[in-house]
């Protein structure tokens, strides 16, 4: 994150110019600092010790294993590879699995990737004091003051415009690749090229996590996608096509059903559900970081942020928190359906369930 950091510690923050986005942040958190005092919940609302790691002497010879070996030895092994049964029933996965957005069947070697990251992380895992947030959500508070700073230098920003493919140059002589042309659809549906310069950059958005991202409300469900409509997936099949080293996309999104996740937001009108969260958990809206109820059948997390969380949120409006689940196609406790087929008003029900609220 260094350099998200040195970046932004040129850019004007959102609402005050004689600071920068760094100065902000830094100011917001020293101000609101992160101690969650409920990161682990059970099935009868009680807040877990969430300081006992519940590791072993043979979890800590399986960590050890996994971050002596080499990424080459690794190779497309499975988290579940690396450990037994027993480590993933442990506070530790429990924690840093919601943390970081991990499955047992996820890549070995990216987890070790994770590990020699964050190891500072690993003595304040059930707190996250490392945490460092926004005073915003990170569109207003990054995004917004970035944009408003590109187009005062006078960058041409052209919205709804995919690059769908791109031509390289390759030196015979050094083997460095050169971006030549990128082909680009319009808004209005019309395809066009663009020729680069020598002293040009081309920087590519590929496939994501969010990809193909489709949104409900209180009384429907969101749309699953399997056939890779984002163009972000297509522009990375196209240029893998051209030179082994622009990666395989094939191996992150091959299997749907195991990199699917479900999150949702609650924007309520009162302050009622947020005073009851603040008083059964001891911390202050933007202090509590994650919530895991970890024996519930979507495996849901919450978290609450601090308030108002969108810099331009109307009075009285309040945007309590956000929330996700990693089995969203397991049965739900109290709603007796899967996350997936689960609408807004049927979230809300049960996660005040959860809270035990009824």
Request: a negative charge; hydrophobic letters at 40%.
């Amino acid at each position: 994150y260094l350099c998200v950091w040195d970046l932004f510690s040129s850019i004007p923050s959102l609402e005050n110019p004689d600071i920068s986005v760094l100065e902000e942040c830094r100011e917001f958190n020293q101000e609101v600092k992160t101690h969650a005092n409920a990161r682990l919940i059970d099935a009868q609302h009680c807040i877990a010790d969430a300081q006992k790691l519940g590791l072993n002497a043979l979890h800590h010879a399986q960590m050890l294993g996994l971050l002596a070996a080499k990424e080459q030895l690794i190779g497309s092994r499975r988290i579940d590879e690396f450990f037994d049964h027993s480590f993933f029933q442990t506070n530790f996965w429990r924690m840093w699995r919601t943390t970081f957005a991990f499955q047992k069947w996820h890549s070995a070697a990216e987890l070790r990737r994770y590990f020699l990251r964050f190891i500072q992380e690993l003595p304040r895992i059930h707190t996250l004091a490392g945490v460092k947030r926004t005073k915003y959500n990170q569109y207003d508070s990054m995004i917004v003051p970035l944009q408003r700073w590109l187009l005062a230098q006078g960058v041409d920003v052209q919205f709804g415009h995919y690059v769908t493919d791109a031509d390289f140059n390759t030196d015979a002589a050094t083997g460095e690749r050169h971006a030549t042309r990128l082909y680009v659809t319009r808004p209005d549906g019309r395809k066009e090229h663009l020729d680069l310069k020598a002293q040009d950059l081309a920087i590519f958005t590929l496939g994501s996590i969010t990809a193909d991202s489709r949104y409900a409300g209180n009384h429907d469900v969101p749309e699953l996608i399997r056939t890779r409509l984002d163009h972000g997936w297509t522009l990375w099949e196209n240029l893998a096509k051209k030179a082994p080293d622009f990666g395989r996309p094939m191996s992150f999104y091959g299997n749907i059903d195991e990199h699917k996740w479900e999150s949702f937001t609650l924007t309520m009108q009162d302050d009622v559900l947020l005073n009851r969260i603040t008083e059964y958990t001891d911390n202050e809206p933007g202090t509590g970081a994650l919530m895991t109820w970890f024996e519930s059948g979507w495996h849901l997390s919450i978290v609450v942020p601090a308030q108002p969380h969108f810099a331009d949120l109307p009075q009285g409006t309040y945007t309590t928190l956000w929330g996700y689940g990693f089995q969203i196609d397991d049965l739900g406790d109290y709603i007796k359906n899967p996350m997936s087929q689960a609408t807004g008003e049927e979230f809300l029900r049960k996660l005040i369930g959860h809270l035990g609220f009824v």
